[in-house]
């Protein structure tokens, strides 16, 4: 979950930019924080099932769902990093060419 918060400080720092204003232009964000919603409550429900299934009750029941919503939440995590890199990649080019100086001939 440490990441995610590191995520959306980065999207955060993105706000002002054109890349993210175009982004936000297409309505994306809505679906970028429903992703990002549903990452925090599935890897919350992961962690807390992983609990039940070291008892010695729950475990056998629990199990699968664990391994589910492992492989749900690292899919979703990678969906959401390749969102924030897409954006960061748009933003830097972006201020390169803002920056880049005439060159001289």
């Known amino acids: 979950m440490g990441f995610l918060a590191a995520i ?9 930019s054109k890349a993210f204003a175009r982004y936000k232009g297409h309505r994306y964000h809505h679906v970028f924080f429903s992703l990002y ?6 890897l919350g429900s992961t962690a807390a099932i992983s609990l039940g299934v070291f008892s010695r009750h ?4 629990l199990f699968p769902w664990m391994i589910m919503l492992a492989t749900s939440s690292f899919v ?7 969102i924030i890199v ?7 080019n972006e201020t390169s060419r803002s920056h880049a100086s005439p060159s001289a001939s």
Do not use: D, M, P
């Open 8 to 16: 959306i400080t980065i999207l955060f720092g993105l706000a002002s």
């Open 37 to 42: 919603y549903l990452s925090l409550l599935c």
């Open 58 to 61: 729950h475990g056998r029941l």
């Open 76 to 82: 979703q995590v990678v969906v959401v990093t390749w």
């Open 86 to 92: 897409s954006q960061l990649h748009k933003y830097f």
